[in-house]
């Protein structure tokens, strides 16, 4: 399966700023899902992002406030834009390769 | 749409006794079932998956969890619990094909006591 580095692993923001998270992928995957997880919470798909065209966001999310980046099929990026309180979360990347979905170990985001 | 349903928020056992931890899915054809384990400040561990095939299915750390279509349940087991199993445990849905994307239920917390 594939392994995923992500960061940063966590952070401590000021609110009004943005926060870019990374996801490496050890090999090309053709989609990269973002999931955030509120504290104490399970975990809520964000965006699907396909290399070569605009991510999809789910119902509630939208690309100002999380816009993606996937210039190729082995990393994305994530930004949480204009950050408040309410976006302190577990952000993780996720990708499948056919046996099954491997998460990065996540980056715990505090906004203060 | 797919759906997961947990509907133990939060269970206790004795160290040594079994477990089983219940999950139901909705999902219109054919489902990818999974569970996951997220220790305290740690990422998503795949503890198994389900595809196809066999309905029992093993996985990591002694779990197995056994697929029935009939209940569309993917109940997850341990005959013998260890004090290290303390963590909280998500069951997940997906369809086929790497554009599928995951639902994942609320989670129970399981909590093991000496």
């Known amino acids: 399966s594939a392994v995923i580095s992500q960061k940063p692993s966590r952070d401590i923001c000021q609110r009004g700023t943005s926060l870019t998270i990374q996801c490496q992928v050890d090999s090309q995957v053709t989609m990269m899902f973002w999931y955030r997880q509120q504290p104490g919470q399970s975990l809520t798909l964000i965006a699907t992002a396909n290399q070569g065209s605009e991510a999809t966001y789910e119902s509630g999310f939208v690309i100002d406030k999380f816009p993606i980046s996937r210039p190729n099929l082995t990393f994305s990026t994530l930004t949480v834009s204009n950050m408040s309180p309410e976006d302190s979360s577990i952000y993780l990347c996720?990708?499948?390769?056919?046996?099954?979905?491997?998460f990065g170990s996540g980056t715990r985001l505090t906004v203060v | 749409a797919q759906s997961v349903t947990q509907p133990d928020i939060h269970i206790t056992v004795s160290e040594g006794a079994s477990l089983e931890l219940r999950c139901n899915y909705s999902?219109?054809?054919?489902?990818?079932l999974f569970w996951y384990v997220q220790s305290p400040g740690q990422g998503l561990q795949l503890l198994l998956k389900?595809?196809?095939?066999?309905?029992l299915v093993q996985g990591i750390k002694g779990f197995e969890a056994e697929f029935k279509r009939s209940q569309s349940s993917f109940n997850l087991r341990k005959p013998s619990v260890h004090w290290s199993d303390a963590a909280e445990y998500f069951c997940?849905?997906?369809?086929?094909?790497?554009?599928?994307?995951?639902?994942f239920g609320t989670g129970t917390r399981l909590q093991v006591t000496l």
């Open positions: 997940a849905v997906g369809g086929p094909g790497t554009a599928s994307k995951l639902t």
């Open positions: 996720s990708v499948e390769t056919g046996y099954g979905y491997t």
């Open positions: 999902y219109g054809a054919t489902p990818y």
């Open positions: 389900y595809f196809s095939g066999d309905t």
